[in-house]
């Protein structure tokens, strides 16, 4: 069986690599953004350089491709909490699975609610109770 304090940490983990995985998600774009406006500039060229020196568009490209192995190891680290959330959540009612996962979605207890049709300060509520089954479940995995 897990705590509280346990469950609570397996979520907020779950939204911490969310938020990591928007921000890797933000950085890729940049970093496309930044090589097709290199590769413009010089009119579609790859090459600025001599052949011993890298250059502006292969940084770019380099860091870019580093930037998706980086975002595949934490979307797979996001879908293995998700899935350890899917296991520990399914004895949950709907209504209560629906709330947890707009929690790790980051909503707020207002959004939830009108998601929902409760108020922010019920949800409050029903998620303190959910922590207390959560941890009270045999199923619930032990948290890593």
């Known amino acids: 069986m897990a705590t509280t ?8 983990s779950a939204k911490s690599i969310e938020r990591e995985c928007e921000r890797f998600k933000r950085e890729i774009k940049q970093r496309r ?5 290199i590769k413009s500039v010089m009119g579609g060229s790859e090459r600025v350089m001599s052949s011993e020196q890298i250059s502006m568009p292969e940084r770019v490209y380099f860091s870019l491709e580093k930037l998706y192995v980086q975002y595949s190891n934490v979307l797979q680290q996001l879908n293995d909490k998700r899935n350890e959330i899917e ?30 049709g409760y108020s922010g300060r019920h949800v409050r509520r029903v998620k303190r109770a959910i922590l207390i089954k959560l941890s009270n479940l045999k199923t619930c995995p032990p948290m890593s």
Do not use: C, F, Y
């Not at 953004?33 to 406006?37: K, P, R």
């Not at 947890?100 to 998601?115: D, H, P, S």
């Open 33 to 37: 953004e930044e090589l097709l406006s």
């Open 5 to 12: 304090d346990e469950v609570k940490e397996m979520i907020q």
């Open 87 to 116: 296991q520990a959540i399914s004895a949950l009612d709907p209504i209560e699975q629906e709330i947890v996962r707009a929690w790790i979605n980051g909503k707020t207890e207002e959004q939830i609610g009108a998601a929902v």
